[in-house]
T-cell receptor
Framework: AQSVTQLGSHVSVSEGALVLLRCNYS??????LFWYVQYPNQGLQLLLK??????LVKGINGFEAEFKKSETSFHLTKPSAHMSDAAEYFC????????????FGTGTRLTIIP | EAGVAQSPRYKIIEKRQSVAFWCNPI?????LYWYQQILGQGPKLLIQ????????DSQLPKDRFSAERLKGVDSTLKIQPAKLEDSAVYLC??????????????FGPGTRLTVT
C-alpha cells in the first residue's frame, strides 16, 4: 500500500518569504512522487515530479522539491513567495511497476500575506 | 493542445435524483480517470479506463455510480440515485498514450455537484 501525509492543512507566509510545504510518503517499493497545485475553481496542475533521475527536482513557477529516502520526505519549497502562489497544494504518490493510480494527500492551503 | 474538457461545471440536484457528467480527454490520450474530491480532501480515484476498457473501479460505489467510455474517447459518469454525501467536485483526467506510472495526468476543471 502507498500513502502520503501532508503536515499542515493551512500554511500562511508573508510575500517574499520562504515557502515550505511538507509531504511524507509511505511506499513498499520505490515511488514516483508528485506535487500538484489547484487554484480556486480549477483542476489540478502538475508542479513537479520525482522519477529517480535526480533527488532535487525543479518545477514550474520557481518551486522545487527534494526527495529524501532516509526521511521518506518530498517537501516543496520556494525561496520567495508571491501573491499568485496562493492555492491548494497536493502531494501524490504512485507505485513503480504498478498502474498509474495516484494516491493524493489531503492538501495544504497556502495563504500569502501581503 | 486543448486540455481536458468537462461539463457541466456546476450542478445542483435533490437527493435521489440522477445526474451525469461528461468528459472529453486530451486527443490521443488512451488513459482516462474519474476522481471524486470532497471538500477538504484530496482527490480519490473512482475509475480508470485504458481505451474503452476498465482498469480499476475498486473504489466506485457500483450500486449508484456507473461510468462508460464509448469508442475510447469521451466518457460519462452517472450517479443514480444521488445521496447527500455525493456532494463533491468530480474531476476527469487523462494521460499520455504510453502510460506508465511516472507520466503526468492532465486534469479538467471539474464539475462541482451539490446534492440538497
Amino acid at each position: 500500500a502507498q500513502s502520503v501525509t501532508q503536515l499542515g492543512s493551512h500554511v500562511s507566509v508573508s510575500e517574499g518569504a520562504l515557502v515550505l510545504l511538507r509531504c511524507n510518503y509511505s511506499s513498499s517499493v520505490p515511488p514516483y512522487l508528485f506535487w500538484y497545485v489547484q487554484y480556486p475553481n480549477q483542476g489540478l496542475q502538475l508542479l513537479l515530479k520525482y522519477t529517480s533521475a535526480a533527488t532535487l527536482v525543479k518545477g514550474i513557477n520557481g518551486f522545487e522539491a527534494e526527495f529524501k529516502k532516509s526521511e521518506t520526505s518530498f517537501h516543496l519549497t520556494k525561496p520567495s513567495a508571491h501573491m499568485s502562489d496562493a492555492a491548494e497544494y497536493f502531494c501524490a504518490v504512485n507505485r513503480r511497476g504498478g498502474n498509474e493510480k495516484l494516491t493524493f494527500g489531503t492538501g495544504t492551503r497556502l495563504t500569502i500575506i501581503p | 493542445e486543448a486540455g481536458v474538457a468537462q461539463s457541466p461545471r456546476y450542478k445542483i440536484i435533490e437527493k435521489r435524483q440522477s445526474v451525469a457528467f461528461w468528459c472529453n480527454p486530451i486527443s490521443g490520450h488512451a488513459t482516462l480517470y474519474w476522481y471524486q474530491q470532497i471538500l477538504g480532501q484530496g482527490p480519490k480515484l473512482l475509475i480508470q479506463f485504458q481505451n474503452n476498457g476498465v482498469v480499476d473501479d475498486s473504489q466506485l460505489p457500483k450500486d449508484r455510480f456507473s461510468a462508460e467510455r464509448l469508442k475510447g474517447v469521451d466518457s460519462t459518469l452517472k450517479i443514480q440515485p444521488a445521496k447527500l454525501e455525493d456532494s463533491a467536485v468530480y474531476l476527469c483526467a487523462s494521460s499520455s498514450p504510453s502510460g506508465g506510472a511516472s507520466y503526468e495526468q492532465y486534469f479538467g476543471p471539474g464539475t462541482r455537484l451539490t446534492v440538497t
